[in-house]
């Protein structure tokens, strides 16, 4: 019998406070091993048992209590080694043997800053409720007067604009003859005409080779085979030099940030630039952890990361808040926008991104009179992140929805709504409704939308959802291999299944988005700022969006 | 679906022939209201082209409003029409008040003004009648131009045209638009009755406009006097044609492209392509996507029919020489023009603009595609 004093564990965790509890069925197991060589967290571990059974044998049984020791799969009761619920071992598990399970009643919330440090993770925010975007809802149905389009078979030109459009009046045109004709040669910014749902700024580094590759490939697939031109940011970090000198540039937005990773690279690289890039984003802020710079761990820096960064190994790669460079955002949108323009001889536009804010209208208003900037992007709080701080990525930043309204309808106040394109971003496709959160964005006023973490749920079945699960991204340990520098790990994804699959999901987002606009009467152009074809059925949040309110 | 009528004659013409056109193509209006523009005044407004006529509906109390604002603001009345009422029994049109169709004197002030200067202060007094009339609905004001009236009211076309007198006493006119309303908006409102006039230009459309919501919005962000209303969604017709025209100045047929643009692909046909591309990104909001008939009024008196790119909606084009009409139906062009050589008639597909000009000799079809024009001549 132990001591009373040697079962005091009140300074122990046990398994009901962790949020995942593995189930493990002992009499399917083969104990093959393949689960706990495959648990990215070392969660799981071979372990051995002593049970106590009653045996009754030989001619005469009687019962006798024997001790015997087994082997088993145990679960680590360790913070640090917590499962993260990936399920990995359930994916590779022969026999169905094990599944970790979600424990709501989890006291993970209140142990995850051991050692005095704050939780850091990646992923988005934690939270399953539905968001706004999918509460909307498009009730401007074409019925008798105006009777529905054929998706299928209608013409449909979903295409959006990347870049400012000249307001009308301030076209070089002359008349002549009945004739208008171009007036001289006055400066005429540069516009991309493309999808209006881009994949949004995942960099080289925080992506695997394999998740970059496929990505990239599944663009090039889009523009050059299925006619669908998607365009792709490869937030901070460069990107390979093979794909900075070649033709498919021009698919690609090149992002800066406040860390310059990649750029000594880039710059160098412009005299053997086959095409220019589609644009610059001008990264100042992520909705995913606004007021936070980039952060690539140390353990992901490994030697091709290095090299397209121009940094050296193993050194953890923390981007500044804010552009050091500056005094102010307005300061750096004259600046940086002018600079990063002449770059490339203003052929290419242009522009910054913030996170969602209060503040947003103060940045779009500079905007507005900056003749060279060619949009905004505006990353709302349901963004996603390969490291951050937990508190960030949760109680940080400003919502898509009303963010973005607010900014069109001052853009509409100003008469600038078709001159400075609006990007949203941020939970477009969280809980799986990419074309329908889309399109309610556009009908708020966006020209377009990004989506990051929808296109690693979709083409790479990254894991992590809003109930925590997995979110390990920055730790370099991804089970998929999508957020990972390790070979060992990266190599299980196929990065031709990767592009099979981004080709799958924008192909279908197309369809998707026809069959949203088809029955709204709406086929020639983009109905950006059709603000009457949506509602929702919570009054507070239609009258904020200047929606309709139905129920 | 509303039914259109508009008919331009070398001769001075009675409404009542436009409004006998729409009686034909009854089974497509619900006779809730009949709007008339008549523009090219004869008669005894001939002699008087250069002031400006006021146009509007006022209660007794809206009366004085309006007599005492025209005053202090120096206008002067030079010449007074009313439309002779006739109410039998049976009628169901509800009378008002008072029709107005007042002709002004400009202030003494503007004698020496210009133009612009002219059609600014027109505009603003229009805009500041409705104004002051809006919230007691004590005055509606439909228009306030030189050599154009301008009468509206709820009821069936050919009742509201005799309720008005024009058969025994009308106001001629050389080009005429009426418009026979379908109601869709149930609450029935007097603004919401085609044709929409603003500084010389006006348009009746037929369908619905799906993008209505952004175009009003870019139309109002545009600060120009006047883009205000929109009661229904196809005053903004009116208003872009008032902005491709007067405020960027473009040629007429480039009103197609704005509400219309070509493909990418089909611009390169066209010699002003490279125009065409910056003119489709810059005015993206005023794309339309129909459904839609329009036939509008330019401000040296062309009148054109033109249709949204895919849906299209009932139109014909067809006349003599002297005499064309721009119907929904054949049926109303057959009432308006008969004896006209049918092989004649226009029947605007998705790129044509079909013009013509005051005198009605020939029409003009101006096909967007290849940038070209056709005539037809009319003997």
């Known amino acids: 019998m132990e001591s009373a004093e040697r079962l005091d564990v009140n300074h122990q965790l046990g398994l009901s406070d962790l949020p995942y509890v593995i189930q493990w069925n002992d009499a399917a197991c083969t104990r093959c091993g393949r689960c706990t060589s495959v648990c990215p967290v070392q969660a799981i571990e071979p372990g051995v048992y002593e049970r106590r059974v009653v045996e009754s044998t030989g001619a005469t049984p009687l019962p006798t209590t024997v001790r015997r020791v087994g082997s088993c799969i145990k679960q680590v009761v360790d913070i640090n080694r917590r499962c993260i619920g990936c399920a990995t071992c359930r994916q590779v598990c022969p026999n169905d043997a094990i599944v970790p399970v979600f424990n709501p009643r989890n006291k993970f919330a209140w142990h995850m800053n051991q050692g005095g440090e704050p939780y850091k993770r990646g992923g988005r925010r934690n939270d399953t409720d539905a968001s706004v975007l999918d509460q909307l809802k498009f009730t401007r149905i074409s019925m008798l007067t105006d009777p529905a389009l054929d998706a299928g078979r209608h013409e449909f030109r979903v295409r959006t604009y990347l870049g400012r459009n000249l307001p009308p009046e301030k076209l070089p045109i002359k008349v002549e003859d009945g004739l208008l004709l171009p007036d001289g040669m006055p400066f005429i910014p540069p516009v991309r005409e493309i999808f209006p749902i881009r994949i949004g700024g995942m960099s080289v580094g925080a992506l695997s080779p394999h998740m970059w590759e496929g990505l990239a490939m599944g663009i090039a697939y889009l523009n050059e085979v299925e006619n669908i031109p998607v365009i792709m940011c490869t937030g901070e970090g460069g990107m390979p030099p093979r794909l900075l000198k070649s033709p498919f540039l021009k698919y690609f937005i090149l992002q800066i940030a406040s860390g310059y990773f990649g750029w000594d690279e880039i710059v160098h690289a412009i005299p053997e630039m086959q095409c220019d890039p589609a644009g610059i984003e001008i990264k100042y802020g992520q909705g995913a952890k606004p007021g936070d710079g980039g952060l690539l761990m140390a353990s992901k820096v490994l030697k091709h990361i290095a090299k397209i960064r121009g940094v050296p190994e193993f050194v953890d790669l923390a981007s500044p808040p804010t552009h050091q460079t500056k005094y102010s955002i307005e300061e750096a949108v004259a600046k940086m926008v002018t600079a990063m323009s002449m770059a490339w001889d203003f052929r290419v536009p242009v522009y910054p991104k913030i996170s969602g804010t209060r503040t947003a209208l103060a940045v779009l208003n500079n905007l507005a009179r900056n003749p060279f900037a060619a949009a905004l992007g505006i990353d709302g709080e349901d963004g996603g992140t390969g490291a951050a701080y937990n508190v960030s990525l949760d109680k940080m930043g400003h919502p898509i929805a009303s963010n973005l309204r607010e900014c069109y309808l001052n853009l509409v106040k100003i008469g600038a709504q078709n001159e400075l394109p609006l990007f949203a971003a941020g939970g477009v496709g969280k809980h799986g409704n990419l074309a329908a959160n889309a399109a309610a964005l556009i009908m708020l006023g966006a020209s377009g939308v990004d989506c990051g973490k929808y296109i690693m749920q979709a083409a790479a079945g990254c894991l992590g959802d809003e109930h925590n699960r997995c979110n390990i991204c920055n730790t370099g340990k991804c089970p998929k291999g999508i957020t990972t520098q390790d070979p060992r790990i990266f190599r299980r994804l196929d990065p031709d299944k990767v592009a099979q699959r981004v080709v799958d999901v924008f192909v279908a987002a197309d369809k998707e988005l026809k069959k949203i606009f088809a029955p709204m009467g709406r086929s020639t152009e983009l109905p950006i700022g059709m603000s009457d074809g949506l509602s929702v059925s919570d009054a507070a949040v239609a009258k904020r969006l200047e929606i309709n309110y139905a129920c | 679906m509303c039914r259109l009528s508009a008919l331009v004659s070398a001769e001075y013409i009675s409404p009542m022939e436009p409004i006998l056109a729409l009686e034909t193509m009854k089974e497509g209006h619900d006779g809730s209201g009949l709007g008339l523009i008549m523009r090219d005044l004869g008669g005894e407004f001939e002699s008087l082209k250069e002031y400006p006529v006021l146009s509007a509906i006022t209660t007794h109390d809206g009366y004085h409003t309006l007599q005492d604002y025209m005053v202090d603001k120096g206008f002067r009345v030079k010449h007074r029409w009313e439309p002779r009422l006739k109410v039998t029994p049976g009628m169901k049109i509800q009378k008002r008040d008072k029709y107005l169709v007042n002709l002004y004197e400009y202030p003494e002030s503007y004698e020496e003004a210009t133009s612009e200067e002219k059609a600014a202060l027109l505009t603003r007094t229009r805009l500041e009648l409705r104004a002051l009339g809006e919230a007691d609905k004590s005055i509606t004001v439909f228009s306030f131009w030189p050599d154009v009236v301008t009468l509206k009211e709820v009821g069936d076309p050919l009742e509201v045209g005799e309720f008005f007198g024009l058969d025994k006493n009308p106001v001629t006119a050389k080009t005429v638009f009426a418009q026979g309303r379908q109601n869709t908006n149930y609450a029935i409102n007097l603004y919401a009755c085609h044709p929409f006039f603003i ?53 007429l047929s480039y009103y197609k492209d704005v509400i219309t643009p070509l493909k990418g692909e089909e611009m390169q046909r066209r010699p002003d392509a490279a125009i065409l591309e910056l003119m489709k990104r810059s005015l993206r909001m005023l794309t339309i996507d129909g459904p839609n008939c329009v036939i509008g009024c330019d401000i040296d008196g062309t009148v054109f029919m033109t249709q949204d790119a895919k849906k299209l909606r009932p139109g014909v084009v067809g006349g003599v020489n002297g005499r064309v009409g721009f119907m929904s139906e054949v049926c109303g062009l057959s009432e308006a023009v008969p004896g006209r050589d049918t092989s004649n008639d226009v029947f605007p597909m998705k790129y044509d603009l079909v013009m013509v000009r005051p005198g009605a000799k020939e029409i003009e079809v101006w096909n967007q595609l290849n940038g070209s024009m056709s005539t037809i001549s009319l003997g």
């Open chain 2, 199 to 251: 500084q010389g230009y006006f348009t009746m459309t037929n369908g619905e406009n799906t993008a209505f919501i952004p175009i009003r919005e870019y139309l109002g962000s545009r600060g120009v006097e006047g883009y205000v209303g929109y009661n229904s969604d196809s005053e903004v017709f009116a208003h872009i044609l008032h902005y491709t025209r007067k405020k960027l100045g473009y040629p």
